[in-house]
């Protein structure tokens, strides 16, 4: 730091006030008694436009990662959904001795309608308290196998993880060549519901 001739730093502190308080003082900017160019200093075009692309870069990130995130609170929503279900399951079972029987056999229709009425069955028994619907960008599936391995499986799909033959999240993958297979990489979670 440096101070004019024969000047303390609390009159040099003093002499910078002044001269920006000076800018207030004027009644206009063509008087004569200000300079305008002390005044009109701005940002050149390209100052600004490397702001505006750094903005623009890091709003970028940020809303990749909230996508990142969405995706991650809806897997989750899922995942605790499926846990839910598979509690009522076990209680159906303790109660009536099976899980509900919707196989191609005795119940014509996709596995999402299967899964509907697995639910149903589960929320008129009073173990569920309503029917839980997927949130966006897939469905909640239900097939009988029966047996002590499969039971009542329930299947969906993750979105925040990739195609894995590994059973994620403490999930079942109990075939080779079907959904939920421990060969074929997939984003499936499926929780089996043994029924033995």
């Given at each position: 730091?440096?101070?004019?001739?024969?000047e303390?730093p609390?009159?040099?502190?003093?002499?910078?006030?002044?001269?920006?308080?000076?800018?207030?003082?004027?009644?206009?900017?063509?008087a004569g008694?200000?300079?305008?160019?002390?005044?009109l200093?701005?940002?050149?075009?390209?100052?600004?436009?490397?702001v505006?692309?750094?903005?623009?870069?890091?709003?970028?990130?940020?809303?990749?990662?909230?996508?990142?995130?969405?995706?991650?609170?809806?897997d989750?929503?899922?995942?605790?959904d499926f846990?839910?279900?598979?509690?009522?399951?076990y209680?159906?079972?303790?109660?009536?001795?099976?899980?509900?029987v919707?196989n191609?056999?005795?119940?014509?229709?996709?596995?999402?309608?299967k899964?509907?009425?697995?639910a149903?069955?589960?929320?008129?028994?009073?173990?569920?308290?309503?029917?839980?619907?997927?949130?966006t960008?897939?469905t909640?599936?239900?097939y009988?196998?029966?047996?002590?391995?499969v039971?009542?499986?329930?299947?969906?799909?993750?979105e925040?993880?990739?195609n894995?033959?590994?059973?994620p999240?403490?999930?079942?993958?109990?075939f080779t060549n079907n959904?939920?297979s421990?060969?074929?990489?997939?984003?499936?979670?499926c929780?089996?519901?043994?029924?033995?």
């Amino acid at each position: 730091m440096f101070y004019l001739k024969n000047e303390t730093p609390l009159e040099n502190h003093k002499t910078k006030a002044n001269s920006f308080f000076s800018f207030f003082q004027c009644k206009s900017l063509s008087a004569g008694s200000c300079d305008r160019r002390n005044f009109l200093t701005g940002f050149t075009l390209i100052e600004l436009l490397v702001v505006i692309s750094i903005i623009g870069l890091l709003s970028s990130v940020v809303l990749a990662s909230l996508n990142n995130a969405r995706a991650k609170a809806r897997d989750t929503r899922r995942i605790q959904d499926f846990k839910q279900i598979s509690t009522a399951l076990y209680l159906y079972y303790d109660k009536y001795g099976t899980v509900p029987v919707y196989n191609n056999s005795n119940s014509p229709g996709s596995h999402q309608i299967k899964f509907e009425k697995m639910a149903t069955d589960l929320v008129n028994a009073g173990f569920l308290a309503q029917i839980p619907t997927s949130p966006t960008g897939s469905t909640y599936q239900y097939y009988y196998y029966g047996g002590s391995t499969v039971g009542g499986i329930l299947v969906t799909t993750l979105e925040s993880i990739q195609n894995t033959t590994v059973p994620p999240y403490g999930s079942c993958r109990p075939f080779t060549n079907n959904w939920c297979s421990s060969t074929i990489a997939s984003k499936y979670y499926c929780l089996c519901n043994v029924d033995n």
